[in-house]
């Protein structure tokens, strides 16, 4: 039917560590889903926060559609994000006891062209897991190029 679009978020996976990943919908007006199918969004800045019961992706960019007339969106808003209750209720116990963060990962569209976020429950990286994590890349990448040349 249409492209299928993925926007990740790179940054979330070397920040934080990831603990559980879930898939929401995201409620959205009409030029919003149209620039998101053109590619033009990025959710690096991004997180989710509880209003309430109901959950918000926070800082989302979103350009705005360049077609678009009077009733074109605001780049940065709140989006709501739809979740089952009961994923809703162990995401807010979570956040709330053990101190997680919850943090976009990736922005696509499923077959139907509709528009969906992962968001991942998170745990924050110390700065030694960091530098951890960068060594690994190093020698995967050096691995590479060795397999590479032979």
Same mark, same amino acid.
């Given at each position: 039917? %249409? #492209? @299928?679009?993925?926007? %990740? ?24 889903? #149209?620039?998101? !199918? %053109? +590619? ?14 109901? *959950? ?19 780049? !940065? ?12 209720? +162990? *995401? ?5 006891? #053990?101190?997680? @963060? ?6 696509? @569209? ?5 528009? #969906?976020?992962?968001? +991942? *429950?998170?745990? +924050?990286?110390?700065?030694?897991d960091k530098r951890e994590s960068l060594k690994e890349q190093? @020698? ?11």
């Open positions: 039917m %249409l #492209k @299928t679009i993925n926007i %990740l978020n790179k940054r979330a996976r070397f920040d934080y560590e990831i603990i559980e990943k879930f898939t929401a919908g995201i409620v959205l007006a009409g030029t919003e889903i #149209k620039s998101i !199918r %053109l +590619g033009k969004a990025n959710i690096t800045e991004s997180f989710c926060e509880f209003n309430g019961t109901e *959950l918000f992706a926070i800082n989302t960019y979103i350009e705005e559609y360049a077609f678009g007339n009077q009733f074109n969106h605001k780049a !940065r808003s709140e989006r709501k994000l739809l979740l089952n209750k009961r994923e809703l209720k +162990g *995401l807010a116990r979570s956040v709330q006891a #053990k101190g997680l @963060t919850i943090v976009p990962l990736k922005l696509f @569209t499923n077959e139907k062209g509709m528009a #969906k976020l992962e968001i +991942g *429950l998170c745990k +924050g990286k110390k700065t030694y190093d @020698t995967k990448r050096d691995l590479d190029r060795i397999k590479k040349s032979f």
